[in-house]
């Protein structure tokens, strides 16, 4: 369930303990670490000159000025859809736990139960492609069976609510969060789901790349019953496709679900039939095991009604096609290589643009991180992140807040009362950084290197269990949402937090050899937009205690709401391609983050100086590495179906956009490479956005 929830409640930088609730002082720190004078001779800029293009301007084109001789000379591996840092670095962190388990698969003997036994067996089930083509489709033949047994609607609710526990996908996708209007506990919540193709505007666009893909999909479900022996694929499709076109009407933009005053919506269950009638709640929630639960919150009301119309006029034959494709579109990559091909070609080959399936080892790492990622971690840890790392990146966390402090009550459109509030709510942040201080348990998980199948579900269902036995108990602040292998970072409202996993914690975020300036322009800005998240148009409506909550005044919300339209309307300018712009409105979260990281993470880093002129290192003054440092973070380059995919779905802008958007409203970066009026970045004072 954690995929539910980073959607629903975290803000990640891609595509999520004790609070300090004094106030925060208003004079900005200037502490720094001190590095040995050994070091501080060997320090390096930390720009990769040779990803330049300097035929480009830096006035017009920032991103392509550092990075473009990267771009032109970079091409993307048939078995991808992108690389550049993040992905980079991710390939690294792929190479470090294959190391880790090949060591652990090629040990005999583990003992039964250990934790080392888990990983060498469930990387073992998953390449041994010879059990799997052997097995065919057995290994679910079960639910399937199960599916075909069902009598009436209310087993099909019964059903849906087991097997979702599972990890087969349902037009409910329930999962337990946090309370957003009472952080102290834990609620169950409802989010729509049901859809087989990215999002809803893939069922009705009527340009041709979306006809041609719903084509495709059908052919896909078509090839997917023949493989597994099915009978009447091509008439399964077509009611499949009716079915999620139905539900597809219903959804919410993904703009709508942004909205998160929108999605609280809490009924006491024995209401729910006020939005539908036609399902079995009470089936349904038993069979997740949440039957005592009194109240649930409802992400999108308007979707469980239509959901209910559609479940009525659905006959229960349909139903059972339907959850039998899902069954085996769910396990189609863990059953036979036929399978597993058939469902390449659609979702990566067509709809993704990815030209060759990934090696089996990477994918058996994805599945090992997916379902062991902390055992993983354990290890990953002692032998890739430094101790000094850790310190030093606490004291930059402590640096930007204290920047974002100094920056808040320098802020002239804001009242004295929410500049209070604020300075509330950024000193209870809680920073995590590199890995957990309490690991997960993963005792009551059963693996065996012959049933990859069964292994995967039965850690859906041990995870879903850790899920429900946190109602009614205390928040677990010790929990993390990503894995410390992981490059990411995130921002979780409703418990206040910034997490920084260690794997990003490497060049070009956080180089431990370079320059301070670098430094804050890649993970200082990383920090300052997790921070930032806090402070978003989504962010801001929650506490200090992570309660949704208003604690600005009329009039400073209003101001705010201004300067986020501009924001809006900046974006959605950007052109991706001749037919394609940057949907304003969907990542108005993320741009306000990467605005306001960068913003503080410079101030942060010229407080660092504590007066004293930054060092000139290969020709580059410390404000320069700064911004060249941002920029280089969001290098990137995709196939073209990728990122249309991501312009569609992606709360977070195309790589360029981050980068040209944030500098072209920060007067320090005019001033650093003399941009002009008449530059392509150049955007005139009065129409710059400042939030924080």
């Known amino acids: 369930m954690k995929l539910i929830i980073a959607s629903a409640v975290c803000s990640s930088l891609l595509l999520v303990a004790g609070c300090n609730n004094a106030e925060q002082n208003s004079t900005t720190k200037t502490t720094k670490t001190e590095i040995p004078a050994t070091e501080k001779v060997a320090l390096t800029s930390g720009i990769t000159l040779a990803n330049m ?3 480009v301007r830096p006035q017009d084109n920032f991103y392509r000025y550092i990075n473009g001789g990267w771009l032109k000379n970079t091409n993307i591996p048939s078995d991808k859809t992108a690389v550049g840092s993040f992905y980079d670095l991710r390939d690294t962190a792929d190479d470090n736990v294959k190391a880790i388990i090949e060591e652990l698969a090629a040990t005999e003997n583990l003992k039964m139960g250990s934790d080392e036994q888990k990983v060498a067996d469930l990387f073992r089930s998953y390449m041994d492609t010879e059990t799997r083509n052997a097995l065919g489709i057995k290994p679910i033949q079960g639910i399937l069976d199960t599916i075909s047994a069902l009598k009436n609607k209310d087993e099909l609710a019964t059903f849906l609510g087991k097997y979702q526990s599972a990890g087969i996908s ?12 009472d952080s102290s506990r834990y609620a169950t919540h409802i989010w729509q789901s049901g859809l087989g193709l990215p999002d809803k505007d893939y069922y009705f666009n009527e340009a041709e790349r979306f006809v041609k893909l719903r084509e495709g999909y059908l052919k896909h479900i078509e090839n997917m019953y023949n493989l597994a022996g ?9 009611t499949i496709m009716a079915i999620e076109t139905k539900l597809a009407g219903f959804h919410w933009t993904r703009v709508e679900s942004r909205d998160s005053a929108k999605r609280y919506n809490k009924f006491n269950v024995a209401d729910l039939n006020t939005l539908t009638s036609a399902f079995n709640w009470n089936a349904f929630l038993e069979a997740q095991g949440v039957a005592q639960q009194k109240d649930i919150i409802i992400n999108q009301p308007s979707f469980i009604k239509g959901f209910g119309e559609t479940f009525a006029e659905t006959s229960l034959e349909d139903w059972k096609t339907y959850e039998t494709f899902h069954t085996l579109s769910t396990f189609a990559g863990s059953l036979t290589t036929a399978l597993d091909n058939e469902n390449f070609d659609f979702f990566s080959k067509q709809l993704s643009g990815r030209e060759e399936q990934r090696p089996m080892w990477k994918r058996g790492v994805s599945v090992v991180n997916g379902n062991l990622g902390e055992v993983i971690g354990k290890v990953y840890v002692k032998r890739h992140f430094k101790p000094e790392a850790k310190s030093r990146m606490s004291e930059l966390v402590e640096n930007l807040r204290d920047a974002y402090g100094a920056s808040i009550n320098e802020l002239e459109w804001m009242s004295e009362d929410t500049k209070k509030a604020a300075q509330v709510k950024l000193a209870a942040f809680t920073p995590k950084i590199g890995y957990p201080d309490k690991w997960e348990d993963y005792s009551a998980l059963e693996i065996k290197a012959d049933d990859l199948v069964g292994n995967r579900i039965r850690s859906s269902q041990v995870s879903h269990q850790k899920e429900v036995e946190k109602l009614g108990g205390p928040i677990r602040d010790w929990e993390w949402g990503m894995t410390p292998q992981t490059v990411n970072a995130y921002y979780n409202p409703t418990v206040n937090e910034i997490v920084f996993p260690a794997a990003i914690l490497q060049p070009p975020f956080f180089n431990m050899a370079a320059d301070d300036a ?14 930032g998240h806090g402070f978003d148009d989504q962010g801001s409506r929650y506490d200090a205690e992570g309660n949704m909550r208003n604690w600005w005044t009329e009039t400073d919300l209003e101001e705010f709401g201004k300067r986020t339209a501009i924001l809006v309307d900046q974006y959605s300018k950007y052109q991706v391609f001749d037919d394609l712009h940057v949907n304003g409105e969907l990542t108005l979260g993320e741009n306000i983050g ?3 990281g960068v913003t503080i993470a410079y101030k942060a880093y010229k407080a660092s100086l504590n007066g004293k002129e930054a060092p000139v290192i290969d020709g580059l003054t410390g404000d320069q590495r700064f911004f060249m440092g941002y920029a280089q973070i969001w290098r990137s380059k995709i196939v073209e179906k990728s990122m249309r995919n991501r312009v569609a779905t992606d709360p977070h802008s195309p790589g360029e956009f981050r980068a040209l958007g944030s500098l072209s409203n920060m007067p320090e970066f005019y001033k650093a490479f003399n941009v002009q009026e008449g530059d392509a970045m150049y955007i005139s004072p009065e129409k710059r956005v400042k939030i924080w």
């Open 518 to 531: 670098v430094n804050y322009g890649g993970i200082g800005a990383v920090i300052g937009h997790e921070m």
């Open 230 to 238: 099915l009978e009447n694929g091509s008439e399964a499709a077509k």
């Open 170 to 181: 349902s037009p409910l996708a329930f999962y337990i969060s946090v309370d957003a209007k």
């Open 594 to 596: 990467d605005l306001s």
């Open 53 to 55: 293009d300097e035929s």
